[in-house]
């Protein structure tokens, strides 16, 4: 009895690290970029169909995620005035706020041409290109890559760390 009960426990100390060590941990690739038109978006990607289905869940998206104002003025103070206009949410609710002046795409790149990731995005006076948070209702955060360059990024498993190449030309 007294074996059986060490031999469990014994067991159970080592299992999370068994799984830990034999875990498949997922690096890939991930391709991200600030585009400001699909035609740019495809010439730096090369996949039209897939930029233009990220600018469509962006635009989709944009009154939902745009910052919201209570006048044209207000928003003014943060964006260039010609962008403020009045929007509608999907549930009728009327505000102020910019117009999406692009999209932020970001798709991992495996065998297959997995999952992709769109946001609308829009430029601010001072804080430059911003996109919503993910993650927060209302936040936005800001968008350091440069328009219509792609960038792919390399996302390691566990413990992994982000690293970035730029592509050049263009």
């Not at 999370?16 to 890939?28: D, I, V």
């Not at 990607?45 to 910052?67: M, V």
């Not at 041409?113 to 290109?129: C, I, L, V, Y």
């Not at 996302?155 to 263009?170: E, L, V």
């Amino acid at each position: 009895m007294k074996r059986s009960r060490t031999t469990a426990l014994l067991l159970m100390s080592t299992a999370p690290l068994l799984f830990t060590a034999c875990e498949r941990q997922s690096e890939g690739m991930q391709q991200e970029g600030l585009y400001t038109s699909v035609e740019n978006c495809a010439a730096q990607t090369g996949d039209g169909a897939t930029c233009q289905q990220a600018f469509d869940q962006a635009s989709r998206a944009s009154a939902e995620q745009a910052p919201k104002f209570a006048s044209k003025e207000e928003c003014a103070r943060e964006y260039a005035a010609e962008q403020c206009v009045t929007q509608q949410t999907a549930g009728g609710q009327s505000f102020v706020g910019p117009m999406m002046m692009g999209f932020f795409m970001a798709q991992m790149l495996n065998g297959n041409r997995g999952a992709q990731a769109a946001s609308p995005a829009f430029r601010n006076n001072s804080a430059g290109w911003l996109r919503p948070a993910p993650g927060t209702a209302g936040g936005m955060t800001a968008i350091t890559s440069e328009p219509n360059r792609a960038t792919t990024v390399r996302r390691g498993g566990f413990g992994g760390a982000g690293s970035q190449r730029g592509s050049f030309g263009g």
